[in-house]
């Protein structure tokens, strides 16, 4: 990707990284960090961006984003992703492999990757862990790791086959990457189409319990115990995964964990009118789950919200609830909708009293940035910290701004988003790719 050429003063803002909250200047130059201090004095040339008032971070890091490329192009494309990507203030994105023809060759990865030097932002890619994502052999884990590949799982479809993980995961010890699990025994999901519990009940229709994603968090934390392997837990949607995940950790082992701004803000409840813009895998779960997972997100359990923005054409939503496609879009709408969340629950005193403190608000942006950074081994270009000599990932928000989403400016291809109705709070309004600036004053600028 080319670096930026120009030169940028972003003055007055409230910097936050791994290193703190504190108000200064940053210059950027030739795609880079050139200085960081409290006063800058503008260079000549240099266009200034007013950030008082506004949070200067680094670039958002997405661990799990569908970019539907190779094989369903109507519903997103490698370079539509990632404008939608910049849009929300990422500067990478870790694509899934769950494309036709799968991302489990190293033939398949050398073709996207050429795809993605179109992408106006850094995508990285998730191999397969089995060949197919069937679930039968594994696949050249190796040969992808030579190009570049860090990660790798078959989401959509957990491995079932306890053995075949086993295998896994001591290959991908040996060769130095991180498996990543989508939790699910399809004994338990058994086709089902929303949360097993009161209102699938009400509505007669099938439901995935919560067991379905507890059994195989319980049987890969104990695989890792076993093999000493790192592990990432994909879209923790459930209480008491999310505390199994906690117990984990105390007990030191190399399992990191995720959650999604749709399991934090949604709940089973938005589906009570059959309406398959909710649907998800994992299902939308009740409201003891969802404030189980702001609590386990409060104690440091999880560490990174992903989107796993899932882009379907609208045929593949405009249908019944138990027919209609898995999955919505969440990349341009992730930060508005947890930092509304957090806003809400801030004022009814669910999560502390006051304001957003320094402490949550770095918490928060950590969340979205280096940690998920450090778990795609990526954080030596992206998720800061914003000092002199790094490369220029920087995202500019505002963390009070007050919005809806608006289904005529959506940039992703596809239109599914659960937040039409939902009040957001937080706007992105500049990314820096590289240095490059792409969106300005939050409208792209490519």
């Not at 490698?78 to 990478?92: K, L, M």
């Not at 398949?108 to 030097?117: D, G, H, N, P």
């Not at 039409?420 to 490519?446: A, H, I, M, S, W």
């Amino acid at each position: 990707m080319v670096t930026g050429r120009r030169k940028f003063l972003i003055r007055g803002g409230l910097l936050v990284d791994s290193k703190g909250v504190r108000r200064s200047d940053l210059l950027v130059e030739a795609g880079k960090i050139a200085a960081c201090e409290k006063e800058i004095d503008p260079p000549s040339g240099a266009k200034v961006v007013d950030a008082r008032g506004l949070v200067v971070s680094p670039g958002f890091v997405d661990l799990h984003t569908h970019l539907r490329q190779p094989g369903n192009e109507k519903s997103e494309t490698i370079s539509s992703g990632s404008r939608a990507g910049v849009s929300g203030g990422y500067t990478a994105l870790l694509a899934m492999p769950n494309t036709t023809p799968t991302l489990d060759s190293p033939e398949v990865v050398s073709y996207v990757r050429q795809l993605a030097k179109e992408a106006v932002l850094d995508v990285y890619f998730a191999g397969a862990i089995t060949k197919g994502r069937l679930g039968e052999s594994l696949t050249e884990m190796s040969k992808m790791a030579e190009l570049g590949i860090r990660l790798f799982t078959d989401d959509g479809a957990g491995v079932q086959n306890g053995q075949l993980m086993r295998r896994a995961l001591e290959y991908a010890k040996g060769i130095g990457v991180t498996l990543a699990q989508h939790c699910e025994d399809l004994t338990l999901s058994n086709g089902g189409a929303m949360n097993e519990g009161a209102v699938s009940a009400v509505l007669g229709m099938k439901g995935i319990p919560n067991a379905a994603e507890d059994v195989m968090v319980a049987r890969d934390i104990e695989l890792v115990r076993l093999t000493g392997a790192r592990l990432h837990l994909l879209h923790i949607s459930t209480g008491r995964s999310a505390e199994m995940v906690k117990v984990a950790k105390a007990d030191g082992l190399p399992v990191t964990a995720e959650v999604t701004p749709h399991h934090l803000v949604l709940s089973e409840r938005r589906l009570a009118d059959f309406n398959p813009i909710f649907k998800v895998n994992p299902p939308l779960r009740s409201d003891a789950d969802r404030l189980a997972l702001w609590g386990a997100l409060g104690q440091g359990t999880f560490d990174a919200i992903a989107t796993d923005h899932a882009p379907h054409h609208k045929e593949a939503k405009d249908t019944t609830l138990d027919q209609a496609a898995f999955g919505m879009i969440g990349l341009e709408s992730a930060l508005g909708a947890v930092l509304g969340e957090l806003q809400r629950q801030l004022a009814d005193k669910v999560v502390g009293e006051g304001g957003l403190s320094d402490e949550q608000l770095m918490n928060l942006v950590g969340l979205f940035t280096w940690r998920p950074a450090r778990i795609a081994q990526i954080d030596d270009v992206h998720g800061g910290p914003l000092v002199v000599g790094r490369p220029a990932n920087v995202a500019i928000f505002d963390p009070t701004f007050k919005w809806r989403l608006s289904e005529t400016e959506i940039v992703s291809r596809s239109k599914n988003s659960p937040y039409f109705d939902t009040d957001l709070v937080g706007k992105v309004l500049y990314t820096f790719v590289n240095g490059d600036l792409k969106l300005r004053e939050g409208e792209l600028c490519l």
